[in-house]
């Protein structure tokens, strides 16, 4: 790991939970960011520690995936004391960063307006179901609602299927994603100007954001999205998933040239000035029969067949994988997409790293972090509370239950 990291002279109080918003952070944090998750203790933390269904007590894979290379104190922010202990963070952070329902921040004053008297640089990014203001505002935002609510899933599937949802949670993905620029941008802002600000990001809006071009072509045109066979591209013929004679792949011309290459390649030289097939336009008017050949045409050899014309000839194409095939490309670790953890219960965890590249690539990594397991970091270290201190706030029942709070004292952190 190199001596300094991007991001290591930023630190983020992190009232975060599930997916969304730990996606946005494990960004920030394997930059660098000091990531301090706040956890509440009356719901036994952050939900992901439970789900299944690789899930033991408080740990689960879905909870390490999210959560590497981060810190976590549970705080009852519900208690004057937890309170307490949330603002003297604020006093030494630079953003506050949650992902809760669109009112909650309100209530439970995590914006800037209750913040700024404590640190007029605080940015305060929210990451909610639809935002601060709205009619849905109150409602909770999951990626499977959004995806159904934004008009994705009405372009997604096979033309006589269902509607079908992304297999992997693309809204929370992507609003994790603009959320951590959009916290970034404030503070740069609030270095620049000494003044920080909210973050009004929400689920919805970037599922609305992400429809861009069939959303632009749905505004000023008569334009009705359909859903295309094999996961067809909506205008480029062909770009699509074909059947071969022992699996599937995907096979693309978004520029012509590429349909000058491939024509030769699937024994038809001549489609490649064929006034049906020359151009996007011609393709696109004779698209049923186009397709009709083509998927006949590459049933009749196997993908690895296949592949090694299209790849030589410089045409977009590849293999549909299964999610394991993907981690067994070559690519994958030349490009050291997999990274490891130890872990008190489940052993050595692989899992993806994030795509995030500023320099050389982060190479030493933290394990997702126990419930509270930071106690003694915080209190004692970060914060500089003596003993007596964190024993009247441990009493007072600011880090949940006295019985079960780790009582780790400041000498010992």
Same mark, same amino acid.
């Given at each position: 790991m190199p001596e300094k990291l991007p991001l290591q002279d930023i630190r983020i109080i992190a009232v975060e939970?599930?997916?969304? *918003?730990?996606?946005? !952070?494990?960004?920030?944090?394997?930059?660098?960011?000091?990531?301090?998750?706040?956890?509440?203790?009356?719901?036994?933390?952050?939900?992901?520690?439970?789900?299944?269904?690789?899930?033991? *007590?408080?740990?689960s894979l879905f909870f390490e995936a999210f959560n590497r290379d981060k810190r976590s104190l549970s705080l009852d922010l519900a208690t004057p004391e937890g309170r307490a202990v949330f603002e003297d963070l604020v006093r030494g952070a630079d953003?506050?960063? !949650?992902?809760?329902?669109?009112?909650?921040?309100?209530?439970?004053?995590?914006?800037?307006?209750?913040?700024?008297?404590?640190?007029?640089?605080?940015?305060?990014?929210?990451?909610?179901?639809f935002g601060m203001t709205g009619p849905r505002r109150t409602e909770p935002g999951y990626d499977y609602i959004l995806? *159904?609510?934004? *008009?994705?899933?009405?372009?997604?599937?096979e033309p006589d299927g269902p509607p079908t949802k992304s297999g992997l949670s693309m809204v929370d993905y992507s609003g994790g994603f603009i959320a951590a620029i959009s916290l970034l941008a404030g503070i740069h802002a609030a270095r620049r100007d000494g003044v920080g600000a909210d973050c009004d990001v929400s689920l919805y809006d970037t599922a609305v954001a992400m429809l861009n071009y069939p959303g632009t072509w749905a505004l000023n045109t008569?334009?009705?999205?359909? %859903?295309?066979?094999? !996961?067809?591209?909506?205008?480029?013929?062909p770009f699509q998933a074909f059947q071969t004679k022992d699996s599937w792949i995907i096979v693309g011309c978004p520029k012509e040239k590429f349909w000058q290459r491939l024509?030769?390649?699937?024994?038809?030289?001549?489609? +490649?000035?064929?006034?049906?097939?020359?151009?996007?336009?011609? %393709?696109?008017?004779?698209?049923?029969?186009?397709?009709?050949?083509?998927?006949?045409?590459? #049933? #009749? %050899?196997? !993908?690895?067949?296949?592949?090694?014309?299209?790849?030589?000839?410089?045409?977009?194409?590849?293999?549909?994988?299964?999610?394991?095939? +993907?981690?067994?490309?070559?690519?994958?670790?030349?490009?050291?997409?997999?990274?490891?953890?130890?872990?008190?219960?489940?052993? #050595?965890?692989?899992?993806?790293?994030?795509?995030?590249?500023?320099?050389?690539?982060?190479?030493?990594?933290?394990r997702a972090p126990g419930r509270n397991e930071d106690f003694g970091y915080v209190t004692g270290e970060l914060l500089g509370y003596d003993d007596t201190r964190i024993a009247e706030l441990v009493a007072a029942g600011a880090f949940g239950d006295p019985a079960t709070t780790p009582y780790l004292p400041a000498s010992g952190s």
């Open positions: 939970q599930y997916g969304a *918003g730990p996606w946005g !952070s494990l960004h920030l944090a394997e930059l660098g960011a000091e990531v301090i998750k706040i956890e509440d203790p009356s719901v036994r933390g952050d939900v992901g520690r439970y789900v299944p269904p690789y899930a033991e *007590g408080e740990d953003a506050v960063y !949650s992902n809760l329902r669109g009112d909650v921040p309100e209530k439970i004053r995590i914006r800037y307006d209750d913040l700024k008297h404590l640190n007029p640089r605080i940015v305060c990014c929210s990451l909610t179901g995806q *159904g609510l934004a *008009g994705w899933m009405d372009v997604t599937g008569d334009f009705v999205p359909q %859903r295309p066979r094999h !996961s067809a591209h909506p205008s480029l013929v024509a030769p390649v699937v024994g038809h030289p001549e489609w +490649a000035t064929d006034p049906r097939y020359a151009t996007f336009a011609a %393709r696109g008017e004779n698209r049923e029969e186009l397709l009709a050949a083509l998927e006949e045409i590459f #049933t #009749t %050899r196997t !993908s690895d067949e296949w592949l090694s014309e299209l790849y030589p000839a410089g045409i977009p194409c590849g293999p549909i994988n299964t999610v394991r095939d +993907a981690f067994e490309e070559e690519h994958t670790h030349a490009r050291e997409l997999i990274v490891e953890t130890e872990h008190p219960r489940f052993g #050595t965890v692989r899992q993806p790293r994030t795509a995030v590249s500023v320099g050389p690539v982060r190479t030493e990594h933290r």
